[in-house]
């Protein structure tokens, strides 16, 4: 893409977004405290239904799909200085989080190890600015995270040490769309989730965090009806030990957002992004990837039955070679009238695979900047790309501070001619089979108090075919013990 081209891409959103925000602008109503569209949201501490530091405003209500709630902003972790006692202002947010889990990996089939044993430590520290300057509001946000104690060096995936993972200022006009109706403005580093994270996610499970240089126009917010953004950005390229730095070969570009009005009976999250990589040298090949869709969840009316929808489709170049994918996630749930609030859900994940290595159109489906444990597997070894899984979980509180989860899963290669990424295993002749294997995931979570989380995870994967007939293929594990400690 020639550089006219990439400097219209944000102009283009933006002008989408005030085209389709006066269409959204007449049927929109103002949420009030009362409004019975707008049910309560699900508790802070399922684990596997949200991020790892996720609480939701009130007025919006995540799917019960796993991990598909969005973190919210600010920090979930941040509160006004006021809270420690008066005479501090409410108008300083500050708060700091700190997570150390122990792991134990058997068989590791990414890093190729039979036996593996980190501690994985991820500090974080937020001091935001709101209401004193208004319209003008900042914030800053701290993340260091080490590994120790591992049979390999560190990844970028678990080391990232003293770095910025926010830092923006932001217009915020309260009031400016009608009441409670606001209109905000972000520029910096932001590190934030989008519609259901498959695509783009503020990584709760991982030790580091994606994020992103750059802008965002927001029109409304999750206390809405109705919700619209526009952004472009640049993604920050992870170095471990020097400062991390936007990838100035790639930028991200979106129009997103969401309806309300019909809630708990469906909301729906329209999303289209462009991933625009002008990769360096007289002869590379360029990346232009268009990917839109339609994220829908709800209750199905009063019958105790839930449902959550995404259909994603792409088109257009990987590496100068066309592009045309499609993927989609498709649950239905139902939860028992029973004090312990059980629910058993079913549901199928499917994204294309490469269906021919040599010819000049590409069909694995790319999952961009998405998120992946919780939504695939804990072993963390499958992503929203050639993968054919149907799953089954049920979830319960037996206790409103206590969220357990058990889920199991099957995985086949939608395209037995591609790879299992992963693990970097690839038969492109098609001869090994397509079964990957099969996975048990295990949690418990326990907030202890209102500063501290203790959680247990385990995960069993047994191979298939596919992997027998392409090398190794031991069973594996992986167990976990994390705690969260927030003030």
């Not at 009030?32 to 508790?43: C, F, N, S, V, Y």
Request: glycine share 8%.
């Amino acid at each position: 893409m020639n550089s006219l081209a990439s400097a219209s891409q944000p102009a283009l959103l933006a002008t989408c977004l005030f085209i389709l925000l006066s269409s959204f602008r007449a049927q929109a109503q103002p949420v009030t405290e009362g409004d019975a569209g707008l049910p309560t949201t699900q508790a802070a501490a399922e684990p596997t239904s949200q991020p790892a530091d996720s609480q939701e405003p009130s007025g919006y209500r995540a799917s019960r799909a796993i991990s598909t709630g969005r973190s919210p902003e600010p920090v979930s972790y941040a509160r006004p200085l006021s809270d420690w006692g008066e005479p501090a202002p409410k108008w300083l947010l500050m708060g700091i989080e700190q997570r150390t889990r122990y792991e134990y990996f058997d068989d590791n089939y990414q890093a190729d190890l039979e036996r593996d044993q980190p501690f994985l430590l991820r500090s974080r520290a937020y001091l935001g600015v709101q209401d004193i300057l208004d319209p003008l509001r900042l914030g800053v946000e701290f993340q260091d995270s080490r590994e120790f104690n591992n049979e390999m060096p560190g990844t970028t995936s678990n080391v990232d040490e003293n770095d910025f993972l926010q830092a923006f200022a932001e217009l915020y006009f309260a009031d400016a769309l009608g009441p409670r109706e606001p209109l905000s403005f972000q520029v910096g580093r932001i590190a934030v989730d989008y519609v259901d994270r498959r695509l783009k996610s503020r990584n709760g499970f991982r030790n580091t965090t994606n994020a992103f240089d750059g802008f965002r126009l927001r029109a409304g917010d999750r206390d809405s009806k109705w919700e619209l953004e526009a952004f472009a950005a640049q993604p920050v390229a992870i170095r471990q030990l020097q400062p991390d730095r936007a990838n100035e070969e790639q930028w991200f570009y979106g129009i997103v957002g969401a309806w309300r009005g019909w809630a708990p009976l469906a909301l729906f999250e329209p999303y289209y992004f462009i991933l625009d990589q002008d990769n360096k040298g007289w002869d590379a090949a360029d990346t232009e990837l268009h990917t839109f869709g339609l994220h829908a969840y709800g209750d199905i009316g009063r019958s105790g039955f839930d449902y959550d929808l995404d259909a994603a489709f792409q088109c257009g170049k990987t590496d100068g070679l066309t592009h045309r994918a499609f993927a989609t996630h498709a649950e239905v749930g139902y939860t028992f009238e029973h004090a312990w609030k059980p629910r058993v859900a079913t549901w199928l994940n499917y994204a294309e695979g490469d269906h021919n290595p040599n010819d000049s159109v590409n069909e694995t489906f790319n999952r961009l900047f998405g998120s992946s444990n919780r939504m695939y597997g804990i072993l963390d070894y499958f992503i929203w790309s050639n993968m054919i899984q149907p799953s089954i979980g049920i979830s319960a509180h037996p206790t409103p501070k206590t969220h357990l989860n058990a889920i199991y899963r099957a995985v086949w290669l939608a395209s037995e001619n591609d790879s299992w990424s992963r693990a970097d295993r690839v038969d492109p002749t098609g001869q090994s089979g397509d079964f990957v294997g099969q996975e048990i995931d295990l949690f418990v979570e326990q907030r202890i108090t209102d500063h501290c989380v203790f959680e247990i995870g385990y995960g069993h994967f047994m191979p298939g075919n596919f992997v027998r007939n392409t090398g190794d293929s031991p069973d594996s594990d992986r167990f976990y013990v994390q705690t969260t400690i927030s003030f």
